[in-house]
């Protein structure tokens, strides 16, 4: 199983940036599988974000709550994190992860599946 971050970059603080988690590997299907977005930003320990478990019912932390919103495309096997109102806070490399079972939930630990990050930079 392969996770493939994308979307990151440099936003003014207020703006939004839409990350792109494309899984692959015949062995998981979203439709089945829960995902993550969770970040770590420097000198800091992970931080999850957002989850959507197998049915497509949503957990967000209430650190990014009415802000950031976690959906998928199950035809494309992709996950994707909406973030809007940026602020310079959110700053960090965002990973996703996958979970064969589908519980979803927000401990990063659950997921035994993880991709490399891709990097948002926050500029107040």
Not at 34 to 47: H, I, T
Not at 54 to 61: L, S
Not at 107 to 112: K, Q, R, T
Request: net charge positive; with cysteine.
């Amino acid at each position: 199983v392969q996770l493939q971050a994308s979307g990151g970059g440099l936003v003014q603080a207020g703006g939004s940036l839409r990350l792109s988690c494309v899984v692959s590997g015949r062995t998981f299907d979203i439709n089945t599988g829960g995902m993550l977005w969770f970040r770590q930003a420097p000198g800091k320990g992970r931080e999850s974000v957002a989850a959507i478990n197998w049915r497509g019912g949503t957990y967000t932390a209430d650190s990014v709550k009415g802000r950031f919103a976690i959906s998928r495309d199950t035809a494309k096997n992709t996950v994707y994190l909406q973030m809007n109102s940026l602020k310079p806070e959110d700053a960090a490399v965002y990973y996703c992860a996958a979970d064969r079972s589908g519980r979803g939930g927000l401990a990063i630990s659950a997921y035994e599946y993880r991709g490399q990050g891709t990097l948002v930079t926050v500029s107040s």
